[in-house]
């Protein structure tokens, strides 16, 4: 009996050795892996532009979650790996297979966009009584800072930083005086930061030495289920938003905002995106489904939380923080299935969505909206973030 207590209790000490050295063991494998490999930034060429400029690509990765791709040309997000609720890791970023694809015309695929995201009427506004024209390259209007907007410009390097709980990348670009008409010379950086939490900052900074106009966003196309032949219409999608803009047939805002109630408008509560696209609301058809400026609650608190999408059937889920005023909410309507994939297929109509986190289309000649003026002396400076996570 004596004899078996003290086989028991050694017994016992015996595996609270083992679960204690073990556990201990665990974090300090947890630590090392997390200091020395879990986060991380790989730099490699990515190819040369038609103008012979060298492009390099950089995938950010959190070896525990997602995996960021970023190529100088545009700045471009060309691939977000994440794990679905199986664990397995698919690309949830619409883009191309080479720079070759990115250079051909194409609706701003993972691109950074400036000096203005989104429509200005006519191409024209009016700043200290100058008036400014910029190519009217959608229709009448100017869309996406012109001809050659900041998707279309080699990006240069200024830094690149490596944390124990986060990666990042620092791209700028200096759009001269008079740049696709807008004036200033206007120094623009923009930080990706990939943190620990698998969320992916994204931090616009710019100074002008003239009085200029300035909205930056990122154009990114997401379809959560990782299968570029499906539509995103079966995802859910939640916009923190009591109001939004509407707009005439050209897509540039009537100059009133109109409350989402009892309108295919309300993503107030979790809704599938497939629900009233087809809707015969009349801004509905407008945009030939959703392509509109969501007017975001709490704008007075800064940064928030402001949108989510989630794919049921995946379980991946995307939340959208910003300091921005508004978000374009746009549903891939004019993918018309002439663009190919990386893996031989086409990108069809809404085969991904974009939320471009900005202030309103035409503020320039809105007064009534929020400005989008940037003076001599002073900072842009804007931060969004894009948070992958599973459900
Ligand atoms: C606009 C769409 C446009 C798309 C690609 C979006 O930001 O709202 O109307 O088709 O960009 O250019």
């Given at each position: ?18 679960i204690?050295l ?7 494998n ?5 200091e020395?490999s ?21 995938k ?10 970023i ?17 397995n ?19 701003y695929f993972?691109?950074l966009?400036?000096r ?28 996406h ?16 930083e490596?944390?124990e ?13 008079m ?5 200033g ?8 930061t ?65 409350s989402?109630?009892d ?23 407008l ?6 400026c969501?007017v ?9 939380s402001?949108?989510?999408a ?13 300091d921005?005023?508004?978000v ?31 202030h ?6 809105q007064p ?7 003076e001599?002396?002073e ?13």
């Amino acid at each position: 009996m004596k004899l078996m207590n003290i086989s028991l209790f050694s017994g016992a000490i015996f595996a609270f050795l083992i679960i204690y050295l073990g556990s201990k063991e665990n974090t300090v494998n947890y630590k090392v892996q997390n200091e020395k490999s879990v986060m991380g930034i790989e730099r490699s060429s990515y190819g040369v532009t038609e103008n012979d400029e060298k492009v390099e690509v950089f995938k950010l990765y959190n070896l525990k979650g997602i995996q960021v791709s970023i190529i100088t040309y545009g700045g471009r997000i060309t691939a977000v790996e994440t794990p679905d609720k199986n664990g397995n890791k698919e690309n949830v970023i619409l883009g191309f297979k080479n720079l070759e694809q990115y250079e051909k015309p194409n609706p701003y695929f993972g691109a950074l966009v400036g000096r203005y995201g989104n429509r200005i009427a006519k191409g024209k506004f009016t700043l200290n009584n100058i008036e400014y024209q910029l190519a009217k390259n959608n229709g009448e209007n100017s869309l996406h800072g012109g001809l050659v907007g900041f998707d279309k410009v080699v990006w240069k390097v200024a830094e690149i930083e490596e944390n124990e709980t986060s990666v990042v990348l620092k791209l700028s670009y200096l759009s001269k005086d008079m740049e696709e008409g807008f004036p200033g010379n206007l120094k623009t950086t923009v930080t990706y930061t990939l943190n620990y939490d698998n969320s992916l900052d994204v931090l616009y900074e710019a100074t002008t030495d003239k009085t200029t106009i300035v909205n930056l966003t990122q154009h990114s196309y997401f379809n959560l289920s990782g299968d570029f032949s499906q539509t995103i219409l079966d995802h859910v999608v939640e916009i923190n938003a009591d109001k939004f803009v509407p707009v005439d047939n050209t897509l540039i805002p009537t100059g009133n905002l109109a409350s989402v109630d009892d309108t295919p408008f309300d993503f107030r509560a979790p809704t599938l995106v497939g629900k009233h696209i087809n809707s015969k609301n009349e801004q509905v058809t407008l945009g030939g489904g959703y392509d509109h400026c969501w007017v975001l609650n709490n704008q007075g608190k800064g940064y928030r939380s402001v949108a989510k999408a989630y794919h049921p059937a995946s379980g991946r889920t995307m939340e959208v923080l910003t300091d921005q005023p508004g978000v374009q909410f746009y549903t891939g309507n004019f993918l018309d299935g002439t663009l190919p994939t990386p893996n031989g297929g086409v990108f069809g109509k809404r085969s991904g969505f974009c939320f471009e986190t900005q202030h309103y289309p035409d503020a320039p000649n809105q007064p009534q909206f929020p400005s989008t003026v940037l003076e001599p002396g002073e900072k842009y400076e804007t931060k969004t973030t894009f948070k992958f996570s599973v459900n």
